[in-house]
């Protein structure tokens, strides 16, 4: 099937390597009339990451029952396409999005459903929700893995047409673009259709059609899940992208069992460079009905008469984790930190471009290094109390050449969020010749996620970071 007029990502085609591989799992798919959904299975936390590993961001879905996902986290996407992107979100599938929770909300018990409804008149509606976050990406010699433990829809057979679910991340230059795919890249965790027991794992990159990735069938693979059915029971899916190696790698799991890798070798610079050299990447979930996989999958159109509404799927949690690299960093403390403490600019929650060395400062330890212009570290659940905060003050060094120098700034929220304030820096006699640095800020309290930003008019390297505070005064 020709990919739609101005297709957009997710999966808007069917692949030739597919049609083998249904051909082969769909001869083993029970048929089924109308399956009731099991109950809700009991809400995991997210797991602790492994010895070596920070957690990134993540979202275990413990809100109230019937409530909205966190519009901190989550984007809820509404209708059939985004302002100005192509119809029907490029693939053909019929739902409208909508922002009911009869269609996306918590349960409860610690999970987030997913459920495609059907009106009276036969509107199919679901729901689209993406991070807000678009800044996914793994620092250079670092692993970036991206899970989630999810139950796809509990239906089968001719009820099971139509249902497309899936867990998967865009390029950031998408947002606001919509023509810029498929080279800023697309990783599909995970995908499934018309019930059929597999999960399928898809890399999207280059150009349409044709190009390094066979748009626009993609670099795909897929397995049954193990052990019980992906539609009966929570498995995790997971993705992960190595810097640690060279070529670097991109790999896909499910239930820690890998089935598909792909190498950078595989592609030229310039390809892999537009997937992987822009600012990262956000994730999307959801749920999709019909459209040019699932009609591909089926011979026909879907979803149909026999197709049964009202099956979601329970996504327990969502994790982003980053491996260490190098000298190994400090984790961050697990209740968050406090503002008014001296908190260890290598302790941070997440970072991009930096690393991490021995510092020979007073007290020891180690210092974040080798940061230079658009790198950023991340600080979550930073608490400046109820009383304003008003000064921030940071233990820099600098052996920057002469004529480079460049900003220090504090951030609420995102790596472009508000300035607090900021303090310019150039060289202080060496990269080990440390001094304190103050700066006003905007009077602030309560609990935020903190950035500090490194901008500068060069590209060279220009200031090291020991630690940082806040203080009312």
């Not at 230059?173 to 080279?183: F, K």
Request: proline share 8%; hydrophobic share 35%.
């Amino acid at each position: 099937m020709p990919v739609p007029s101005g297709a957009s990502p997710f999966r808007a085609r069917i692949r030739r390597w597919r049609r083998a591989a249904f051909a082969a799992v769909a001869a083993l798919a029970i048929p089924a009339a109308a399956l009731v959904a099991a109950p809700a299975p009991a809400g995991a936390s997210i797991p602790p990451p492994p010895s070596g590993w920070s957690l990134v961001w993540g979202d275990d879905f413990n809100g109230s029952a019937g409530s909205l996902p966190s519009s901190d986290n989550w984007i809820i996407d509404i209708g059939h396409s985004y302002p100005g992107g192509p119809a029907n979100w490029g693939t053909g599938e019929i739902q409208r999005y909508t922002a009911d929770p009869a269609n996306v909300s918590h349960d409860g018990q610690g999970n987030l459903r997913i459920t495609p409804r059907r009106s009276a008149s036969g509107e199919w509606t679901s729901a689209r929700i993406e991070t807000r976050r678009a800044d996914f990406k793994p620092a250079d010699g670092r692993i970036l893995r991206i899970e989630g433990r999810i139950q796809m829809p509990n239906v089968t057979g001719d009820a099971a047409l139509g249902y497309w679910p899936a867990f998967w991340a865009l390029g950031s230059p998408y947002r606001g673009n919509y023509q810029n795919w498929p080279a800023i890249g697309e990783f599909d965790i995970m995908e499934n259709v018309n019930g059929i027991n597999s999960v399928w794992g898809v890399l999207h990159c280059g150009v349409n059609p044709g190009g390094p990735c066979n748009e626009s069938s993609g670099i795909g693979a897929s397995r049954a899940c193990p052990g019980a059915s992906c539609q009966s029971a929570m498995h995790t899916y997971r993705f992960e992208w190595d810097r640690s190696v060279t070529p670097n790698q991109l790999r896909w799991y499910v239930d820690g069992q890998l089935y598909h890798t792909v190498s950078q070798s595989r592609f030229d610079a310039t390809t892999w460079n537009n997937m992987t050299g822009h600012g990262g990447y956000f994730l999307l979930l959801n749920v999709a009905m019909g459209g040019a996989f699932p009609n591909g999958v089926a011979g026909f159109g879907t979803p149909t008469a026999a197709t049964v509404p009202g099956h979601p799927m329970i996504v327990d949690y969502v994790a982003v984790w980053q491996s260490g690299g190098g000298t190994t960093p400090t984790d961050p403390p697990p209740g968050g930190f406090d503002a008014r403490s001296t908190i260890q600019a290598e302790s941070y929650s997440a970072q991009n471009g930096v690393q991490v060395e021995t510092t020979t400062d007073t007290g020891g330890g180690q210092n974040v290094s080798h940061v230079a212009n658009g790198d950023w570290i991340r600080f979550d659940n930073v608490d400046f109390g109820s009383e304003p905060a008003r000064q921030f003050k940071a233990r820099v060094a600098s052996g920057a050449p002469a004529g480079v120098s460049g900003l220090v700034r504090v951030r609420l929220g995102s790596p472009t969020g508000t300035v607090l304030g900021d303090f310019a820096i150039s060289n202080t006699g060496g990269w080990q010749s440390w001094r304190t640095v103050p700066a006003n800020i905007t009077p602030t309290t309560g609990r935020h996620t903190v950035y500090l930003t490194f901008e500068s008019g060069q590209p060279a390297d220009f200031v090291n970071v020991n630690w940082f505070t806040f203080s009312t005064s």
